[in-house]
């Protein structure tokens, strides 16, 4: 059994499907009527030494994740970071000629700086300006440093300490014969990619198979590099996330998108979460933000997200809760858990150096 105040990692699903996933990789699940604030009920368990609460939003979008943030805080004082691991849009391809990288389905992005963003940016956030053209005006906190310093850590270990192969197994281990299933890598030949501009032909529970005209399919047997494509071997990808209130699924609008403002993954949550807590975002990949998108990757895809970020919190330092008194309930702080004993540096906001809370002008376009 654990107390409301020893829970030190705040995990946030915007969907159900996500923590049906994330109950799948934790060690031990505690009983439901433990783990409870003003008679909301949340997942629990732990994760090698940490004490993770899990919420779900009620409803989707940047406020959505806000609310389950603050009350998540709330419950829970000593929450120190919050990962928000789902599933999300990719971006097919990105980088400079000559060192593309592909996405492909399944894959898993996580939210990490590059150009003029701190890993999310909020790219509606803007004003109308002239003869009506939205000039970004938005900045989101970056991905505080310390916990930068893990992803960069588990990353640098490279793929055999990711391991989402081995957690993806255990998983499934978890479920009988018929559930497990849900969670099987789909494969190359149900990831279809379609040409930009063919527009999907059925409704949005079409997947494309019998709707869609597979002379526009791109294939995605291989990673555009001659390697390989292999069955539960996810790449994760580093990079900005585009976070935003509106669904992204015109394959135009995600070109545009992506060339403004260097982002790899598309989604309608992480903004909301990023502005006041520490916070780092995981997806994996079910679509590629255009109007193919459909439902057929979605499991997986949560499986893939939820499986690294088990790896992840196993390079976060656990935070010592021994020492610190549980805090009146109901009080809500803006600053993370300044009670508990933590055991390195309390820098929530600073990126390596750069500051992103001053606003970041992108010219006219
Ligand atoms: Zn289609």
Redesign the pocket.
Known sequence: MAKNHQFTIGWICPLPLEKEAARLVLDEEYPQEEVQYQNVYYLGGCIGEHKVVIGVQRRIGLTGAAILAEKMRAGFPNIKYFLLVGIAGGVPRYGPAGAVSEIVLGDVVVSSPRGNHGGVLQYDKGAWEGQGQLNYRGHTNGVPGDLMAAVNNFRAEGWSKTNITEVLKQMRGKLNQEQKHQYDDPGPGRD?L?QDT?????TEL???KT??DADYVDSRYDRGDRATRLVDRPSVHFGNIASSNQLQISAVERNRVQQEHDVICFEMEAAGVMDEYPCVVVRGICDYAD??K?KGWQNYAAATAAAYAKGLLSRIPAVDTTSSAPRAEGSISQQPANVTNMRFGNNHHGVQGRDFHGDVHIGRR
């Open positions: 279809r379609f063919y527009e999907h032909k059925g079409n997947d494309c709707c869609c109007s193919h459909n």
